[in-house]
């Protein structure tokens, strides 16, 4: 079964628009942590933002922000104020700190448009 | 933040060839480490765990004997592709994390070309 759920393939998304990236995950240990990361078309991984699973509050980091839902098991990537160097893949991923790895999901592809 | 380097960034090898890759965390111990591989257009596939003195963990469906791992200190992991074969091409990135705070740093990946 799929730990990390991306159901966007691709999303297209108007410059300066917001845009909402969705991720559920599944996981039976009660510590774990949610990440973000872009990867443009170098191949590089570039981490966006973190959620701790005992964090009170939803993770901020500039531009991006995570939109976490404990009990949904949901982690959405918002990012606020698109810009054309958004355009890429976007990753979730998380680790459970029982074995230590870090999973991802299949990724979303965004385009923004000028 | 810390950084992880890959070597080579990508290689041409012929199929029967092996070919070793280095992972090295340049400012930080990393005594544990992971591999990666990405095929075109898909997600990143953990292939295995590679610990700093120690045989490595590997995932299942992943061949132990032609993917070698050896963490041999705790800046460096090295991924042994042996007898390559062309279904061998991808993305190979690895991973270094410190523990407090957590923190996981990606190397920029190595694109292997078996012909």
């Known amino acids: 079964a799929q730990k990390i759920t991306q159901t966007q393939p691709g999303m297209f998304v108007q410059e300066k628009e917001a845009v909402t990236l969705d991720c559920t995950y599944d996981t039976s240990d009660p510590s774990y942590g949610l990440f973000w990361y872009k990867q443009p078309s170098s191949g590089e991984m570039i981490f966006l933002i973190y959620q701790g699973s005992y964090d009170q509050q939803n993770a901020t980091e500039g531009r991006y922000s995570l939109n976490f839902q404990k009990a949904r098991k949901s982690a959405n990537l918002v990012i606020s104020a698109s810009q054309l160097g958004d355009s890429a893949m976007y990753f979730c991923?998380?680790?459970?700190?029982?074995?230590?790895?870090?999973?991802f999901g299949k990724g979303t592809r965004l385009h923004i448009l000028p | 933040g810390a950084v992880v380097s890959q070597h080579p960034s990508w290689v041409i090898c012929k199929s029967g060839t092996s070919v070793k890759i280095e992972c090295r965390s340049l400012?930080?111990?990393?005594?544990?480490m992971f591999w990666y591989r990405q095929f075109p257009k898909q997600s990143l596939m953990l292939m295995a765990t590679?610990?700093?003195?120690?045989?490595?963990?590997?995932e299942q469906g992943v061949e132990k004997d032609k993917f070698l791992i050896n963490h041999a200190s705790l800046t460096l992991s090295t991924l042994t592709v042996t007898s390559a074969h062309p279904e061998d091409s991808s993305f190979y990135i690895c991973?270094?994390?410190?523990?407090?705070?957590?923190?996981?740093?990606f190397g920029p990946g190595t694109r292997l070309t078996v012909t």
């Open positions: 590679s610990n700093e003195g120690s045989k490595a963990t590997y």
């Open positions: 400012d930080f111990q990393a005594t544990t």
């Open positions: 991973s270094a994390g410190s523990s407090e705070p957590y923190e996981q740093y």
């Open positions: 991923a998380m680790r459970e700190v029982r074995d230590d790895k870090i999973i």
